[in-house]
Structures are given as structure tokens and as C-alpha cells.
């Protein structure tokens, strides 16, 4: 076990290391003109200083993305400028995600080191801080970056939640969970995981808690709902939904480009979704049922979220992202402690909701801590136990002698 200074030590060390490497390629990298939901987000957050309208892809209000992201822009582009070129304003936006990004690093410690160890901890820390997905989207404006620093904070306050149950972690939880879902709202699910575990153990549902972590969060999301009854007098619990319906988006095996998008008004989208489930499990079970889970599965964790690297160099990482996903994934499944269980339940949960809308690898990104720690633990339980057998060897050793 590793000293608690020692760890200390590293993990400062970790966090200059992750914080210069982004900060090198928010400098040095070559950073392509914005496009897709880069450049659509920095419309947004601009149309909002300028004219004050919320939109997403319009110039109407609408509320087809949370706004956890936007506001982020808005007040990065509001302190460093929006006037064309973008550059400087672009450059100090990308320095900003950098720092932001390290405290995925330590954070991904904290769990790591509360869920199973110190060491488990600083090799989960670690592998953070070089993987190359988490070094360039920093300088990338989606939600990525910051969306994964509120979501390891989120999936701490639950440990502290399962192993302790004091009400101050109940509402850190609620307003941590409602700060994450205005980023990205498809981890809501993921809410009912701590109060699953606290049932299994206990049989008891800790009602006032929940009542306080779910104050908190309504707390955190009224003036979204607010905002949306007061301009389009209904209720919105989450968004509308960017370009596309992900869901019919989903109902197309092996991107066959089986969907004529023409053909199909918004409205129905998520009605032909559904029949398309339907007459594909009729006409060719075998096929769909393999693109729900396996193909899915596949595009999820076959190859790693990287941007544009020379070939050696990605077919190098490629290799080894297989490694720690392998042996995360086997890790996790072994269900070994009630730790691996609730990391794997959390990711089976996270995984099976964007199972059911179209993969991409991209929207892998929350998932990898989740094999990086399992990776972490198998590979810290692994020298624990040849830590073990040498000592036992030297000892047997002497006795012969």
C-alpha cells in the first residue's frame, strides 16, 4: 500500500503533467476551423450576446439543447470577446477546458482510491492523464470536457452516498446530478444507482434523503423550466433534442443508410423508430437483435475516440485502448467486491441508455473512466499478489538453506 504522502506527491505530479500536455496542444496542435457542433454552439452562445434569443440551430428560441454547455460559452466568449476573428477568444476557451480537464484527473483518483485503494487510484489517474482522447478534446468546444468533470464529481458524492448516507452528500448529489444533466442529459438515469445499492444492503429507501437530493436538483433545474413555460408554455424536463432523432438514428444496422430522412416529418420520427424495430425483428431477428447489442457494443469500445494521428501512432494507442477495455470490461463483469459492482452496474446502466439510440464512438467518452478504474484495480490486486508470492519464495528459500 502506498503512503498517503507518496500518493499525494504523484498525484500533484499527475496533475502538472495533464495540465502541460493540454495546454501544449491548446498551443501547438493544429486546430481545424470549427464545424458541426462546435461551430453550431459558438452561434448560439454569440446569438445570445448579441440579440439575447437561446436557440440552437435557429435564430427563433427553442430549447433543443440543455443549456449547461451554452452558458459556458456565453460567459467565455462575454469575458474574452466575440468579435471575428475568433482566435484569441478561441485559444483562451481552450486554455480554460485545460485546467478543467486536470480535475477529471484528480477526481478519477478520489474514486479510484475510495472505491479501492490509493495505488488503484494513481494508476486510474495515470491513465487520464496520457490518454490521448482526454488531451485533445480539451481544446475542442463540445461538451465533452466539461461534462466529464462534473460527472466523476457526481460519481463520487454516490460512493460517499453508499459507503457513509450523511444528507450533505444526498444534496451535493442532486445539485452535482443537476449540473451534469444541463451538460448532457443522458446520465438522469444514473440517479437511482446509490439509492439501489443503499436498498440492497439496508432494505430501506432513506425517503427524506431522497427528498433532499431531488430538492436539489429541482433546485438547480427551475430556472430552465422556467424559462421554458414562461416561452413555450409547456414543460420541458430536459430538451427537445439536437438535429435528428437519435433514436431512429439508432434503427439503421451498420449505418446501411437504410433511412430516407426526406421521407419522414419530425414529429413521426420516433413512431418510425419504432416500427422499424418492429418489422426488422420480423424480417431479420438475427440481424437486429446483433446491431442492439454487439454491433452497438462494437462501435462503442472496438476503437478509441482519437482525433487525426499519424498511423503508427494510432494503430499503437488502438492496440492498447483494446487492452485496458478488455481487461476493464472482465474486471468489471466478475462483480469481485460490491466496488466492481457498483462501477459496473453505473456503466451497464450509462452503456444500455445509448444503446437504444444511434452509436457513436464519441459518445464512448463517459464511459472509459468507468474500464479505467476496473483496469486500474486488476492491475494493482495483480502486484498485491506477486508482492505476496516473493516474499513467500525468499522465505521458503532460507529454509532450505
Not at 429507501?205 to 424559462?227: C, D, E, N, T
Request: charged share 15%.
Amino acid at each position: 500500500m502506498i503512503h498517503k504522502r507518496s500518493a499525494a506527491i504523484i498525484i500533484i505530479l499527475l496533475l502538472f503533467t495533464g495540465l502541460a500536455l493540454r495546454l501544449f496542444y491548446a498551443l501547438k496542435g493544429s486546430h481545424e476551423a470549427l464545424a458541426f457542433d462546435q461551430l453550431e454552439y459558438t452561434k448560439m452562445a454569440i446569438q445570445y450576446i448579441e440579440k439575447g434569443v437561446f436557440a440552437y440551430r435557429d435564430t427563433s428560441a427553442n430549447s433543443l439543447v440543455t443549456p449547461g454547455y451554452p452558458w459556458f460559452l456565453i460567459i467565455m466568449y462575454a469575458i474574452f470577446g466575440h468579435q471575428q476573428p475568433l482566435d484569441s477568444a478561441l485559444l483562451a476557451i481552450r486554455i480554460v477546458q485545460s485546467f478543467i480537464s486536470v480535475c477529471s484527473i484528480g477526481l478519477i483518483y478520489l474514486i479510484g482510491a475510495r472505491l479501492f485503494n490509493r495505488s488503484s487510484g494513481l494508476v486510474a489517474a495515470l491513465i487520464m492523464t496520457f490518454y490521448p482522447t482526454y488531451i485533445w478534446t480539451a481544446s475542442m468546444l463540445t461538451t465533452e470536457t466539461l461534462f466529464l468533470s462534473f460527472f466523476l464529481g457526481l460519481l463520487y458524492m454516490q460512493i460517499k452516498i453508499i459507503q457513509n448516507n450523511r444528507k450533505r452528500d444526498h444534496l451535493w448529489m442532486g445539485v452535482l446530478l443537476a449540473l451534469t444533466v444541463l451538460i448532457r442529459p443522458n446520465i438522469l438515469p444514473l440517479a437511482v444507482i446509490p439509492y439501489f445499492f443503499l436498498w440492497i444492503e439496508h432494505r430501506k429507501l432513506y425517503l427524506k434523503s431522497i427528498v433532499i437530493g431531488a430538492s436539489a436538483f429541482a433546485l438547480i433545474m427551475m430556472p430552465w423550466w422556467i424559462r421554458n413555460l414562461l416561452t413555450f408554455h409547456e414543460f420541458t424536463l430536459l430538451a427537445k433534442g439536437g438535429a435528428g432523432n437519435p433514436f431512429l438514428g439508432g434503427t439503421d444496422p451498420y449505418f446501411r443508410n437504410t433511412i430516407d430522412w426526406s421521407k419522414i416529418k419530425e414529429e413521426d420520427q420516433f413512431n418510425e423508430g419504432l416500427r422499424r424495430i418492429k418489422q426488422g425483428l420480423t424480417a431479420d431477428p438475427l440481424l437486429w437483435i446483433r446491431w442492439f447489442t454487439i454491433g452497438k457494443f462494437m462501435v462503442f469500445f472496438k476503437t478509441p475516440y482519437f482525433h487525426t494521428l499519424p498511423a503508427i501512432i494510432a494503430s499503437l494507442l488502438t492496440k492498447l485502448h483494446l487492452v485496458f477495455a478488455w481487461i476493464g470490461w472482465l474486471t468489471l463483469l466478475s462483480f469481485q467486491n460490491r466496488s466492481l459492482c457498483f462501477l459496473t452496474v453505473s456503466l451497464v446502466v450509462f452503456l444500455g441508455i445509448h444503446m437504444v439510440f444511434v452509436p457513436d464512438v464519441r459518445y464512448s467518452f463517459g464511459m472509459y473512466p468507468f474500464l479505467m478504474l476496473a483496469f486500474a484495480y486488476a492491475v494493482t490486486t495483480l502486484m498485491q499478489l506477486l508482492q505476496q508470492r516473493i516474499p513467500l519464495k525468499a522465505k521458503q528459500k532460507d529454509l532450505k538453506v
